[in-house]
């Protein structure tokens, strides 16, 4: 499974969080919006800002370097991917065990690239949930200081055996985790989720592609 992209989708995530914060507190007044539930306030600049994991030598003065050609950046077609949010609310970030309790208890576990997937009994991923901040790595084994904006879980539709399936285990968790943490859901568009928009990513996901079934995950 391709799933080095993760790491630069969950970067612009953590950007997309932000932008939606800025969005929501300029505006003076809100459309409604046939939501799956009521959600909480929306996100505010004045409580979680954009985050940035900066190493320890960075915290240092040194002397300016000076780089022959421009740094690449990563390039993502995320149309692969299909993507929930969950992000924290204006009581503050996803915090360290909390988050992790309310992780464990959706039966995610510690995987590939440092970030938390459920699996099947066969042991292929079902869906993955990263941190929308940073690299958006998840260390189950040292959460006493992690702290995160939102959470991306995603799955590669055109990769899973069963993709409706996967699908509906990775809403039903989102929803779940919302519930406990005091979050809120968002579609890939980073909108607030919605029935009309469940039901129309649930119709077009096929319910078993048998020429994924031998895939390696």
Known sequence: MEMYAVIAIC??????????????HDKDSVSPVQTYREHPAPLDDGIVGSVRIVPAEE??????V???????????????????????SNNGPFMGYELMQSLMA?????????????????????????????AGTIDLTNMGDFA???LCLFIYPKKSVRPRYAFNEMVDCAMQIADELDGQVLDQNREPWTLAFEHSK????????????????
């Open 11 to 24: 970067i612009l995530a953590s950007l997309g969080l932000y932008a939606l914060m800025r969005r929501n």
């Open 59 to 64: 915290s240092q003065p040194r002397e300016p």
């Open 66 to 88: 000076h780089h022959s050609a421009p740094e690449k950046k990563a390039v993502v077609d995320d149309t692969e991917l299909l993507v929930i949010y969950v992000a924290s």
């Open 106 to 134: 959706q039966g995610l576990q510690a995987g590939p690239m440092n970030i938390v997937h459920r699996y099947d009994e066969e042991g292929r991923i079902i869906f993955s949930v990263a941190s929308a901040a940073g």
């Open 148 to 150: 995160t904006p939102g």
């Open 202 to 217: 649930r119709q077009v996901l096929p319910v078993y592609q048998p020429e994924a079934a031998e895939a390696k995950v």
